[in-house]
């Protein structure tokens, strides 16, 4: 299956979310912190992941007679490569795009409704930026945000550590015509 169209949706991405770091997760873990989709939605979603190989059922668990799947991420395959990305219509960019922002405002409401929420003591930040740069600042940039995120994309989760969700967006917006 075409992997956009198995990443375009906000509630798989949320499940991948929900999986990164290296958490093992149940269906039913799952389908309590995506509360706002139905149950049923989380566990079709599970089935497309699991089918495209984005997600890997890690372990099995007989439990009151049935059968208990714990999911974990295969990173491997949770993301559209270079390659693909070229591939990509204007259309597939606005569906790839609706997906993220959808997943990303959702997440985000979540968060606000949790009742111990802090936007301020945890640093929230949402803040956008209109910047001028030429084609040797931007591969810089995006070069030094790549430097900046890679190695955190290898912590772990510990009790001292929260999991962030990060979105950088970049596009340019005075295009000349």
Not at 112 to 118: E, G
Request: proline share 4%; glycine share 6%; charged share 25%.
């Amino acid at each position: 299956m075409d992997p956009l169209k198995v990443l375009a949706h906000p509630v798989r991405l949320r499940i991948i979310h929900a999986l990164r770091g290296g958490h093992t997760r149940t269906a039913g873990q799952l389908c309590a912190r995506i509360n706002d989709a139905s149950k049923a939605t989380v566990y079709r979603h599970l089935e497309v992941l699991t089918d495209a190989g984005i997600l890997v059922v890690a372990e099995e668990r007989r439990v009151r007679g049935a059968v208990e799947r714990h999911y974990r991420l295969g990173n491997e395959r949770a993301s559209i490569d270079a390659a693909q990305a070229e591939r990509l219509t204007a259309d597939d960019h606005r569906l790839g795009f609706a997906a993220a922002t959808a997943a990303l405002q959702a997440e985000f409401a979540a968060y606000l409704d949790c009742a111990d929420a802090d936007p301020a003591a945890d640093l929230v930040g949402y803040r956008q930026h209109a910047i001028w740069l030429d084609r040797q600042e931007l591969e810089s940039l995006i070069g030094a945000l790549r430097a900046a995120i890679l190695p955190a994309l290898e912590n772990q989760a510990a009790p001292d550590r929260s999991q962030y969700l990060l979105s950088p967006i970049l596009f340019p917006i005075d295009q000349k015509r």
